[in-house]
Each structure stands twice: as structure tokens, then as C-alpha cells.
């Protein structure tokens, strides 16, 4: 598994921190963000990570756990911040931690979320 962490550093970076605006179609009648749209980022977030480990045509990735716990709740016109990293979890498994963070102006970043993908990445048959 170090050589695949390695080539998948090559291709990318191990980290990556996005930021998302949160607008007045993203939450719901009490005016917090929705769990739809939260999973809909988090599903966007690990799309583009796993296209990063899909580095030669002959691997398939499979998600073998997803493990997300919900802190707090995120109102209109916040920040998101969207960290993920990738970490070796024994011999053919990877995961993949995304932590979700909200910022207000002149206040320190809260968690909102983590989730925590274990993959499997495979070669096809």
C-alpha cells in the first residue's frame, strides 16, 4: 500500500481543502443547510478524490464503509470548509477522511462533519 500512497501522491496532492458558499437553495425551511446538500458536497468531494486514485484504466474502486458523523448544522450565507486527505488502512484499503468545517467572519472555523470512506481499490477481472 506505500507504493500506492506514493503514486497517488505523484498524481496529486494527499490533501485538499475546498470552499462552498451555502445559498438559499441549499437550505431548508428553518434556513439550515440541508442533509441532501451536505451529502451532495461530500459525494462531490469524493468523486474528485477518487478520480485521483483511479490512475491506471485497469483499477476499479469499491467503497467497503462510509462512516460520517454530524456535529452541527450550517446556516445561509456561511463558509464551508472542505478538507480531505487520503490514509493507508492495512494492505489493498485506503481512507478517505473528509472533515467539513463553517466559518463566520471574525470567528474560529467549527466542525460540522466528518466522514470517513474506506476503499478498496482493485484491478478488474
Not at 73 to 88: D, K, T
Request: aromatic share 6%; with cysteine; charged share 25%.
Amino acid at each position: 500500500m506505500k507504493n500506492f500512497i506514493n503514486t497517488v501522491r505523484k498524481s496529486g496532492p494527499l490533501r485538499t481543502k475546498d470552499s462552498y458558499l451555502i445559498t438559499p437553495s441549499m437550505v431548508d425551511a428553518n434556513g439550515e443547510l440541508s442533509i441532501w446538500n451536505l451529502m451532495q458536497i461530500l459525494t462531490e468531494v469524493k468523486g474528485r478524490r477518487m478520480h485521483q486514485l483511479l490512475i491506471n484504466p485497469q483499477f476499479k474502486d469499491q467503497v467497503k464503509n462510509m462512516d460520517l458523523k454530524i456535529y452541527s448544522n450550517v446556516g445561509l450565507e456561511e463558509e464551508l470548509i472542505v478538507e480531505s486527505s487520503f490514509a493507508p488502512n492495512g494492505k489493498r484499503t485506503v481512507d478517505l477522511k473528509i472533515y467539513v468545517s463553517r466559518r463566520k467572519k471574525g470567528l474560529p472555523a467549527k466542525r460540522v462533519c466528518k466522514a470517513v470512506y474506506t476503499l478498496s481499490i482493485c484491478a478488474i477481472q
